[in-house]
């Protein structure tokens, strides 16, 4: 092992920092070049935002009421499955090139959403 000298160290440190933002400016870029129209008409984007929000994270409830998991386990599940898709629906496929509407779509669409979803689904008895 070689010791790292102390500015190489703190620059990395800094630099690592960095990655969140760029991966935010990136979806940002991405998802101002589609039109709110175009991305929100599609009806995919719904069943799979759907899907995503609810239909999985209740699906885990009803899993876990069964098994009878412990209740903190199954709050750190439901807390874990009800987040709002996270931002590397747009990052993986627009650094390859490949079309990213449906997640910049579901990007754009689970955030507020989950202004909902996170609160009702927290409040089932555990």
């Known amino acids: 092992r070689v010791p790292m000298p102390a500015l ?12 969140g ?9 991405v998802i101002a070049q589609f039109s709110f129209r175009e991305i929100l008409r599609e009806k995919l984007l719904y069943a799979v935002t759907f899907l995503r929000m609810v239909g999985v994270p209740l699906l885990a409830y009803g899993l ?12 750190l599940v439901m807390c874990f499955l009800a987040m709002p898709t996270g931002i590397n629906t747009v990052v993986f ?28 689904l927290l409040s089932l008895p555990m």
Do not use: F, Q, W
Not at 8 to 19: E, H, P, Q
Not at 93 to 120: E, Q, R, W, Y
């Open 8 to 19: 190489a160290d703190s620059v990395l440190s800094d630099l690592s920092g960095c990655v």
């Open 21 to 29: 933002p760029c991966g935010m400016v990136l979806t940002g870029c």
């Open 64 to 75: 876990g009421r069964l098994l009878s998991l412990p209740r903190e386990l199954l709050l």
């Open 93 to 120: 496929p627009s650094t390859i090139g490949k079309d990213c509407h449906l997640g910049a779509g579901m990007a754009l669409l689970s955030n507020p959403l989950a202004v909902l979803t996170i609160p009702l």
